[in-house]
């Protein structure tokens, strides 16, 4: 359902060996889309205001294809054809690039709860595509990938704290920040002191407990994506433990998944329908 959290757009499922091959096309379509549209917004040294108007003609190509007008670059030809084939809604793509829009004049979120509104804009349409796809997208399935898509987008910003601060962004909710006595000069002098780590191991706790109320949905889904889902979550829950590992120090090193945590996380695919029983 969704990416590893080290990947380039990293709430997204790149079409793995697990994906079954007839549907490989589609999800590269919808990830060129999204990782276009995320460029857009974090690369180059394109102003503010181009950023948003380049943001905004995609909002535009969106509506030729509701108008089923022909498309007019390769990659809105291909999402256009997806679209298409598989009925997907065109909400979830108008809410990624609501969120890809946000990215450009947000820089601080003074609450959990205004993370969690980005969160849902920018992770979790991914999630709903996905289960369209596969002609899943129950209610009860959304609610439980809404929870492991945003876990995932939190992990990804708990890992990039220092990457993000060099782009003048904290994604740590502000309140948080200050129930804990933690300064944004904290970020800037990678101060990883007492007070770093309880803020830290709060978040930590708060992600790894929001993907495990959505895991039980890679025990519902049938065959290979199910499994791909396993292997999404073990991995999201890696990073967090490579986390803890590094007693919270994120300005020195950036936990990430290597090439020998791919065993564990099989193992731990394995293991996840005793445990979650």
Same mark, same amino acid.
């Given at each position: 359902?969704?990416?590893?959290?080290?990947?380039?757009?990293?709430?997204?499922?790149?079409?793995?060996?697990?994906?079954?091959?007839?549907?490989?096309?589609?999800?590269?379509?919808?990830?060129?889309?999204? $990782?276009?549209?995320?460029? !857009?917004? &974090?690369?180059?040294?394109?102003?503010?205001?181009?950023?948003?108007? +380049?943001? @905004? %003609?995609?909002?535009?190509?969106?509506?030729?294809?509701?108008?089923?007008?022909?498309?007019?670059?390769?990659?809105?030809?291909?999402?256009?054809?997806?679209?298409?084939?598989?009925?997907?809604?065109?909400?979830?793509?108008?809410?990624?690039?609501?969120?890809?829009?946000?990215?450009?004049?947000?820089?601080?979120?003074?609450?959990?709860?205004?993370?969690?509104?980005?969160?849902?804009?920018?992770?979790?349409?991914?999630?709903?595509?996905?289960?369209?796809?596969?002609?899943?997208?129950?209610?009860?399935?959304?609610?439980?990938?809404?929870?492991?898509?945003?876990?995932?987008?939190?992990?990804?910003?708990?890992?990039?704290?220092?990457?993000?601060?060099?782009?003048? $962004?904290?994604?740590?909710? !502000?309140? &948080?920040?200050?129930?804990?006595?933690?300064?944004?000069?904290?970020? +800037?002098? @990678? %101060?990883?002191?007492?007070?770093?780590?309880?803020?830290?191991?709060?978040?930590?706790?708060?992600?790894?407990?929001?993907?495990?109320?959505?895991?039980?949905?890679?025990?519902?889904?049938?065959?290979?994506?199910?499994?791909?889902?396993?292997?999404?979550?073990?991995?999201?829950?890696?990073?967090?433990?490579?986390?803890?590992?590094?007693?919270?120090?994120?300005?020195?090193?950036?936990?990430?998944?290597?090439?020998?945590?791919?065993?564990?996380?099989?193992?731990?695919?394995?293991?996840?329908?005793?445990?979650?029983?």
């Amino acid at each position: 359902m969704v990416a590893n959290p080290i990947d380039h757009y990293e709430n997204f499922p790149v079409a793995s060996i697990l994906m079954p091959a007839h549907l490989r096309p589609a999800v590269r379509a919808i990830y060129a889309f999204a $990782r276009s549209a995320d460029d !857009l917004a &974090d690369e180059g040294d394109a102003t503010a205001e181009q950023r948003l108007q +380049a943001l @905004g %003609d995609y909002e535009v190509k969106l509506d030729r294809i509701e108008r089923q007008e022909p498309a007019d670059s390769p990659i809105f030809n291909a999402l256009q054809q997806t679209i298409t084939a598989y009925k997907l809604p065109l909400a979830p793509f108008r809410a990624l690039l609501s969120a890809f829009k946000q990215d450009v004049v947000t820089t601080r979120y003074p609450t959990f709860n205004d993370l969690l509104d980005y969160c849902r804009r920018s992770a979790n349409p991914v999630g709903h595509l996905m289960l369209h796809l596969y002609g899943a997208a129950s209610e009860q399935n959304c609610r439980d990938s809404d929870a492991i898509c945003s876990a995932l987008q939190l992990i990804n910003f708990w890992q990039d704290v220092a990457i993000d601060w060099r782009k003048q $962004r904290i994604y740590l909710p !502000l309140e &948080d920040l200050q129930r804990f006595h933690v300064s944004p000069n904290h970020i +800037a002098n @990678g %101060d990883n002191d007492q007070a770093w780590h309880a803020l830290m191991q709060f978040e930590v706790l708060r992600a790894r407990e929001m993907m495990l109320s959505g895991a039980p949905l890679a025990l519902r889904l049938p065959g290979r994506l199910g499994w791909e889902l396993r292997l999404v979550i073990q991995g999201g829950l890696r990073i967090l433990e490579k986390l803890e590992s590094v007693d919270y120090d994120v300005f020195q090193r950036r936990p990430k998944i290597g090439k020998l945590d791919s065993l564990v996380l099989g193992w731990r695919a394995l293991r996840m329908a005793s445990r979650l029983s």
